[in-house]
């Protein structure tokens, strides 16, 4: 679903610049965008002690919060800070990979993956549509805010699930009975009875 929703957003994102640059300036701002992805994946080494689910959530949030912060702008300088992103987005896609390997074995991930490609091709065809839909309605810029809202709650629901994966909810324990008495030890129907002391006595006496 995310993946199907950055396409989407790469859609409208070459329309809102239409919008608000010249079309010769879209040119430097994907050189910009290139060359902040290369320096992503520089840093990565260094970044990688604070661990891949950190770095995933962290980077995710701050892409998003160049992206909104941009469109709030709207003016000229928009796409030069949006072409940033791209920064974020290439170390949130090396620590999803990492996250991947360590959550799932390797015949799991050939498998996953495989309906994963599936399943992103049928739901960003999808998206795609509505959210070209919507742009035709409102704006492209009405538009990347919704998807920056939308990748948000995607974003929070993730977190949720991961987290709970990882520290599972301790199994309910049943409130513990209180102890029994021991019975007493069952006698025996004979010395219950007495019989058997009746018999030895008729069995000793004299002659």
Not at 19 to 31: E, P, R, S, Y
Not at 87 to 101: H, W
Not at 118 to 135: E, H, N, P, Q, S
């Amino acid at each position: 679903m995310n993946e199907s929703i950055e396409e989407a957003y790469f859609e409208i994102e070459a329309t809102y610049f239409n919008t608000i640059i010249k079309a010769w300036l879209i040119n430097i701002i994907c050189f910009i965008r290139q060359i902040a992805g290369m320096i992503g994946f520089a840093v990565i080494p260094y970044i990688k002690r604070f661990g891949s689910v950190k770095l995933f959530f962290t980077s995710v949030s701050l892409e998003e919060t160049v992206k909104i912060v941009g469109v709030i702008l709207n003016n000229t300088f928009s796409p030069f800070i949006m072409s940033f992103v791209n920064f974020y987005k290439c170390i949130a896609s090396t620590a999803k990979a990492d996250i991947l390997q360590q959550e799932f074995s390797p015949n799991q991930r050939a498998t996953m993956q495989s309906i994963i490609e599936v399943v992103r091709g049928i739901v960003a065809a999808i998206v795609i549509y509505l959210f070209g839909v919507l742009a035709d309605l409102s704006s492209p810029k009405m538009t990347i805010i919704s998807i920056v809202c939308v990748k948000i709650v995607l974003l929070i629901s993730s977190s949720l699930v991961l987290k709970r994966k990882r520290h599972p909810a301790p199994p309910t324990r049943h409130p513990e009975l209180p102890p029994r008495h021991p019975e007493p030890p069952a006698r025996h129907p004979e010395l219950a009875s007495g019989s058997h002391w009746k018999s030895q006595d008729s069995g000793s006496s004299p002659e």
